[in-house]
């Protein structure tokens, strides 16, 4: 197993350096210093053709002005804040409305658009990259200084473990997710529509117009958000269920995981065969299916288009912070924010 850095740009005299972790049976993973974005995943399918499964650009300037945070680590806080204020121990924030009226991932110098520190990690089990940035006080409109550690780890086993931790000194909000855009299809062959998604959940976020959470929280039972036993992406996506519609035919929905490290949510694509399986200890997953990729890019060759990807976003509940009977993401002074999300690659057996 091994780490290969790679010069591929520079952003304000500073080097951008790509690094790809290879193991032992040939899975790749590209990820890069800026927005530890990354890049591209190489699997193999059933027939043991190695392809990659994430969307992502050939050159970097894309990443720097045109990219829907494709690979990146999204924050301070993931999803939308209503209104892009939010009121902490007695006093109002206010953050940059960067959609519509409201706040989205962690604005518009996110951690998506920074570049971090990297370190490489280089184990008998495990090999990886830890990136590091401490984002100052009143980044973005968000109180405290907030050192932040997210560290990729690629095994034996072809599992890609993601670690948060981060501490701050003074209370804040935080809420870190990772935004790859999968497709199994290998080098984007088909959309998504045809993946099958399960997910181990009961219970999902009701959206209002402006796609955040009303605090309804709604029983998937006999609706298209009922992915206990599995279900074709466009089975569950092409039917009239107003949350369906709401959000431009497609999921961009938190579910609220009934269970944490017990394979709670598989992504499997028949006809190539390759299987992911995510396991987190975090509250509930964003599943977006690119519902609003617009078409004008170019997806390592592939024109873009809706449904090319999906995103299956662990994170804490957004807006928690206008809703009290959501699970807070509020990080206390002095407090460690740690949490852990599992990918592992896999193929059906046939
Ligand atoms: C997801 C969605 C959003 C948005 C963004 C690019 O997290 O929740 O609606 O389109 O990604």
Redesign the pocket.
Request: charged share 15%; net charge negative.
């Given at each position: 197993m091994k780490v290969i850095p790679e010069k591929w740009a520079e952003i304000n005299q500073q080097p951008v350096i790509s690094f790809t972790l290879i193991n032992d049976h040939g899975i790749e993973i590209t990820c890069m210093n800026y927005g530890c974005i990354i890049t591209k995943i190489i699997t193999p399918d059933k027939s043991g053709n190695y392809e990659n499964i994430v969307l992502g650009f050939n050159r970097f300037e894309p990443y720097l002005t045109n990219s829907?945070?494709f690979g990146a680590v999204i924050g301070r806080v993931a999803?939308r804040i209503q209104g892009a204020s939010f009121e902490l121990d007695g006093k109002i924030y206010r953050l940059c409305k960067n959609e519509n009226n409201n706040h989205?991932?962690g604005g518009i110098k996110g951690f998506h658009h920074v570049l971090w520190d990297a370190e490489i990690v280089e184990k008998d089990e495990e090999i990886g990259v830890r990136f590091s940035y401490t984002s100052p006080d009143g980044e973005e409109g968000y109180p405290g200084t907030v050192h932040v550690q997210v560290t990729y780890l690629l095994n034996k086993e072809n599992e890609l473990i993601i670690s948060y931790h981060a501490h701050s000194d003074k209370n804040t909000l935080l809420n870190l997710t990772n935004?790859t855009y999968f497709n199994l299809s290998g080098n984007i062959k088909r959309d998504i529509l045809d993946h099958e998604l399960k997910i181990k959940s009961d219970r999902f976020l009701e959206l209002d117009q402006e796609?955040i959470p009303t605090g309804a929280i709604l029983d998937v039972t006999n609706t298209p958000f009922d992915l206990r036993q599995g279900k074709k992406i466009k089975d569950g996506i092409m039917t009239n269920h107003s949350q369906i519609e709401l959000v431009g035919q497609g999921y961009?929905h938190p579910f609220v995981l009934n269970t944490h490290h017990d394979e709670e949510i598989v992504l499997q694509d028949p006809e190539s065969g390759r299987t992911l399986t995510i396991e987190t200890d975090e509250v509930g997953v964003?599943v977006?299916t690119g519902n609003?990729l617009q078409s004008g890019m170019d997806i390592y060759g592939v024109p873009s288009r809706k449904y090319l990807g999906i995103?299956l976003?662990t994170q804490g509940l957004p807006d928690a912070v206008h809703h009290p009977h959501f699970p807070s993401y509020v990080l206390q002074a002095n407090q460690n924010y740690s949490s852990v999300t599992k990918y592992k690659f896999g193929v059906l057996k046939s």
């Open positions: 829907p945070y999803g989205l991932h935004h796609l961009d964003v977006y609003q995103c976003e």
